[in-house]
């Protein structure tokens, strides 16, 4: 699954679509070395933010030492020029973030902590000329500063750091079968390249004579004079982590806030110490208050500045609406609505006195939201991280806060905090307040939703300010409510919006994606079925909609440059697009692609996303296609190995799955089962069906309303590729076959957790478009009502442009129009829902009968 830290990195270039950071408009920000004149005998490359500079005829290295060199944005200019004249003169390769812009971006203190840092790396020839060169730099940069980079070993206390790993892109699939950038052992075989936020040799490395004095002083690097024991880390970002730890003496149990310096930097280039400090003096000023945190001081410990207060007991208040909200499973009578609207009112009124209370004393906190607030068993508040809090009269603010939360452009503090009082009330009543940031019309359509939801009159809650010169979304038109309300649902008109949303954001000019997905779609080759064209395609020519030529020949020509290892099963890699492909008419070119899929071996993983269980039901696809046996053949074999994995829990190296459901779960290898079942009347396959899909019902929960769960580590899932509702489809499948009195029972009441009224997210997989085609393919023809009241409740995500529909994706903070979280898989769910005729084949890529 891809890091949801890099949404930050992939929501950058663009306020609307994750985009690659390549696209960055970081023109007036760029180093002379990205674009001037290239130094004679060398080539420069530019792959998304990084410029590489190369000797001519340089050998290409896989691995090695390599240099990282980290940079402030006061220090950078003067940093890449004393390291380009170094390693020009000596012909080493080097790279480089290419502009300030992409030096603040990699430095934000939401990064991926381990790398971060990172602004020139340079790559030496061995042994030798990693202490030759390593030398050179050090008295080079010598008194400048810069962040120290947590995966490296970092060289004297200046800018300069080293780590071991790879010099060029390989990957190999981790323990849970996830393609991860890899390192060749000695044997030849591609192991991860760790890139952990701590310095980590592989194992058959040793340490060069060069860098022992430097890991001596980091293995001693200590304060005995701190008096305060880390018990639990709270949270960790870039700029450094939150710690729950006591006094050594008298076991006082206090909160640590971590500042590392020259990292987490901001919009305003502020770096996480002096955002510590103005956290410091906000709350020295507002000591006394019931509703901040009592401090003990700062204190300096090595390099890192912590911030030492008051631990409060209680959750936060996101943790407090997901344990408290009524939802399916729960309590949902109307009594237990009026209690939580209760709640809500309760902890709104704390809020709001807390912040009068600031602004009484001159303070503005300015990053209200649901993470920041600890709720006292009382039902009190308390505010936490005052990192951007300012006077009351401070003007010309930068715009800071949390996705959902944040006020419009030119709000000053107060109206800031005005603002996140009342998206914090609405987000307790409703859980989607992203949306008000891709459609400010989404603002007055969820306060009315919430009001109906909770039977609220108009003055109940905070007033939303008027922020003057605040503008509108980007492209917003206007609601969409009336397509998804016209009585009778009108599917044609929906239909069309959808494909138009669709084509209008094609763009077959490009290579590395045709339409806007989940950022991860850079990563896989921009072909596959859950982020890529082959998902989007599929859905159009499922929906009776066009596909226009143009859009089949990208998919071909991108799945023919794909490295097979970026992904290895049906909605991850090759296998998915082949099936397409074939759909499509285009048989010659999905065979050579099916080619290309085979050639990687089997996956890890046992599922229908990316294992095996997918890329056998491909085969069997196949197999009827072509009458190639031996791709029959193939897929029995691991009917074989799932199967005995099911009931032993190893084989050759496939790891049981972390959940249950169709996509990621054993539902999926139960699917195979029958599908063999169908072709050779074995009755083993369904046996072997029925063990797979028992074992996933083994990890569901039925909840005190009668509803069934599938458990995912804290959390109950009902969705169709980890949840309850996907295991549902297979289990009538299975029924088709055989009597299960279990499966039974399970089956009947699938379609309660469909149901829902609040689904955070509208997408395929994982979220309210999934459960609405499980409604379909499970319902009674005669209640379309139980269809179509989730169908209405689209508009709450729905994004109307003057070219069509479109949909958010992950997180809501973007629009995607991908099978797994955007438009695609809404136009699919309601074709499914709405003309699939109860037929499972219409949902997936493969047919299952």
Known sequence: MADPREALVYGTADPLYFETPGRLADEATCFALATGEVPTGWRRSVKGLWANLTPDHAPPVEQGWKIHL????????????????????????????????????????????????????????????????????????????????????????????????????????????????????????????????????????????????????????????????????????????IYRAEHSTTGQQVVLREARPFSGLDGARADAVERLHNEYRALMTLQGLDCVPRLYGMRTVWEHHFLIEEYIEGPTLLESVIGRMPLPGRDTSEAAFRAYAGWVATVTDSLAAALSAFHARGVC??????????????????????????????????????????????????????????????????????????????????????????????????????????????????APEDLFDRMPFDWPAVRDQLVAGIHARATPERTDRLFPAHWSVFDTGGHTLAHGAAGVLLALHRAGAAVPTEYVDWLADSALRARPQQGYGLYDGLHGTAAVLDELGRHEEALDVLARARTVGDPLRAGLHGGQAGVALNLCHFAHRTGDATLLDEAVRTAERLDTLVRTGARDGLRLPATAGLLEGLSGAALLQLRLHRITGEQRYLTAARTALHWDLGHCVTLPDGTVWAKYGHRHLPYLDTGSAGIALVAREYLAHADDPALSAFTACAPAVCTSELVREPGLFGGRAGLIAVLGLLGDPDQDDRVLAPIRRLSWHAVRRQDGLVFPGAGLTRLSTDLATGSAGVLLALHTALEGKGRLDALLPVGTG
């Open 365 to 478: 906190f300015r990053d209200v939201h649901p993470r920041n607030i600890i709720v006292r068993p009382d039902d009190s508040v308390v505010l936490v991280d005052f990192e951007y809090a300012t006077d009351v009269d401070a003007r010309d603010l930068a715009r800071v806060g949390a996705a959902g939360f944040t006020a419009p452009a030119g709000a000053t503090g107060v109206e800031a905090d005005q603002y996140g009082l009342w998206a914090t009330w609405l987000f307790m009543l409703t859980m989607l307040t992203e949306m008000i940031d891709l459609d400010p019309g989404k603002a007055a359509l969820l306060e009315a939703t919430a009001r109906e939801r909770f039977r609220l009159p108009a003055t109940e809650g905070p007033r939303r300010p008027v922020i003057s010169g605040s503008a509108a979304a980007p492209g917003a038109t206007g």
């Open 70 to 241: 980290s940079a402030t944005p006061h220090t950078a200019d003067a940093t890449l020029e004393r390291a380009a004249a170094l390693c020009t003169a000596r012909g080493v390769p080097f790279k480089f973030l290419r502009s300030s812009q992409a030096l603040l971006l990699m430095g934000n203190k939401n990064m991926p902590r381990g790398s971060s840092g990172k602004f020139v790396t340079v790559y030496p020839a061995g042994e030798a000329g990693l202490e030759q060169v390593l030398g050179e730099l050090v008295a080079a940069l010598d008194g400048l500063p810069g962040p120290y980079i947590l995966s490296d070993l970092r060289i004297g206390r200046g800018p300069v750091h080293v780590r071991y790993g790879a010099f060029i892109a390989l990957q190999c699939p981790d323990e849970n079968g996830i393609p991860v950038p890899a390192l060749r052992d000695p044997s030849g075989r591609l192991v991860p390249d760790v890139r952990a936020p701590v310095f980590h040799l592989p194992e058959w490395v040793p340490l060069p004579p060069v860098l022992e004095p430097h890991a001596a002083a980091r293995r001693e690097a200590r304060d005995d004079s701190f008096p305060y024991l880390v018990r639990e880390p709270l949270h960790f970002s870039n700029a450094g982590g």
